[in-house]
């Protein structure tokens, strides 16, 4: 009851906690939709998943310092049933940092971002060739991916609580 579970199928990782399972609501902000009578996702739940992700898959994740991994497990191990589920995703976490400012989380979306950015930025010294992909070991994959531009959607989500608030 405090995520989406990754699946309703009956295997072990059925109910991982996925640090994507908010993106459908992300597209829907992003696009100024999913309000009042409009909404596809009851916000409580919404707001729930984030937290949850955010106390998971981010602080619980090599010391909360390197962004959100793919996929966690309720009790706080990282989920290794595939061999992208222990990766972080940079576009991934840029997107879900703006669903987390569209929902007021601020803080938490700045801080699951900012973990993001110093590992490819100052621990991979990767900047302007961002890989899709890393892992806690600094292994990474995919240079130069485009993903990662998804970091302009935390602007339009900055401007758009801006913009709501005033």
Not at 5 to 13: E, F
């Amino acid at each position: 009851g405090r995520y989406y579970n990754y699946d309703c199928g009956n295997q072990s990782y059925y109910n991982s906690v996925m640090s994507d399972q908010c993106a459908g609501h992300w597209f829907l902000r992003a696009s100024g939709l999913g309000f009042g009578q409009h909404e596809v996702f009851p916000s409580a739940h919404v707001l729930s998943a984030l937290r949850t992700i955010f106390e998971l898959n981010v602080k619980r994740f090599a010391g909360g310092q390197m962004g959100a991994v793919n996929g966690m497990r309720p009790d706080g191990a990282v989920d290794t049933s595939s061999v992208q589920s222990d990766e972080v995703w940079i576009g991934v976490v840029y997107g879900l940092a703006a669903t987390m400012i569209h929902e007021g989380l601020v803080e938490e979306g700045f801080q699951t971002a900012e973990g993001c950015y110093r590992t490819v930025w100052e621990r991979l010294g990767m900047s302007f060739q961002t890989p899709e992909a890393y892992c806690e070991r600094e292994v990474y994959r995919s240079l130069a991916y485009m993903r990662p531009l998804s970091i302009w959607a935390m602007q339009l989500a900055l401007a758009e609580e801006r913009r709501r608030s005033a």
